[in-house]
T-cell receptor, first 112, second 112 residues
């Protein structure tokens, strides 16, 4: 079992729709969770961090965390073609040394 | 406010040569991390450093790879006697408190 799992996609949504990206993790004691966006050939860009159960909203993005079920999700409202990218879920290891464990990423395609 | 800086952006080395990758963290950040992204693979943690200290090197290959973050100057990731399998994108990230990590543009290493 991989430590952080994501569906590789591609996930295709029409412009203006809600895109839902999911991630599960195996280390039950993980405390810190992050979503990054990576355009092809570019570096990862931090979108959201979440540390507590529940929802955290920032503009068109909402991160959701459920520690009991060990999953994290990212919702993108009013999806735009510029949101087309690979979205990486990252979990900070239980030792909290700063090591981020990344999923393989989900490719999102937003069609005009 | 400058972001994380990395140089060179592209580096070509012949097998057996040495590669030196540099990273300057964001202003005010004292935590530096190195990650590697192999073609068609996810981001993998290599090493976590603070000034003059290696905090976690659990992701570093045992041979040929070393990293440092001296009191003055950038962090250096050094790869000795490079092989074709070292060809990858190497990303540096920094954080202020050891939580949210911000990535630099990366160094694309090609070994011929």
């Amino acid at each position: 079992q991989k430590e952080v799992e994501q569906n590789s996609g591609p996930l295709s949504v029409p412009e203006g729709a809600i895109a839902s990206l999911n991630c599960t993790y195996s280390d039950r004691v993980s405390q810190s969770f992050f979503w990054y966006r990576q355009y092809s050939g570019k570096s990862p860009e931090l979108i959201m961090s979440i540390y507590s159960n529940g929802d955290k909203e920032d503009g068109r993005f909402t991160a959701q965390l459920n520690k009991a079920s060990q999953y994290v999700s990212l919702l993108i409202r009013d999806s735009q073609p510029s949101d087309s990218a690979t979205y990486l879920c990252a979990v900070m290891g239980s030792s909290n040394t700063g090591k981020l464990i990344f999923g393989q990423g989900t490719t999102l395609q937003v069609k005009p | 406010n400058a972001g994380v800086m990395q140089n060179p952006r592209h580096l070509v080395r012949r097998r057996g040569q040495e590669a030196r990758l540099r990273c300057s963290p964001m202003k005010g950040h004292s935590h530096v991390y190195w990650y590697r992204q192999l073609p068609e693979e996810g981001l993998k943690f290599m090493v976590y450093l603070q000034k003059e200290n290696i905090i976690d090197e659990s992701g570093m290959p045992k041979e040929r790879f070393s990293a440092e973050f001296p009191k003055e100057g950038p962090s250096i990731l050094r790869i000795q006697q490079v092989v074709r399998g070292d060809s990858a994108a190497y990303f540096c990230a920094s954080s202020r408190w050891g939580d949210e990590q911000y990535f630099g543009p990366g160094t694309r290493l090609t070994v011929t």
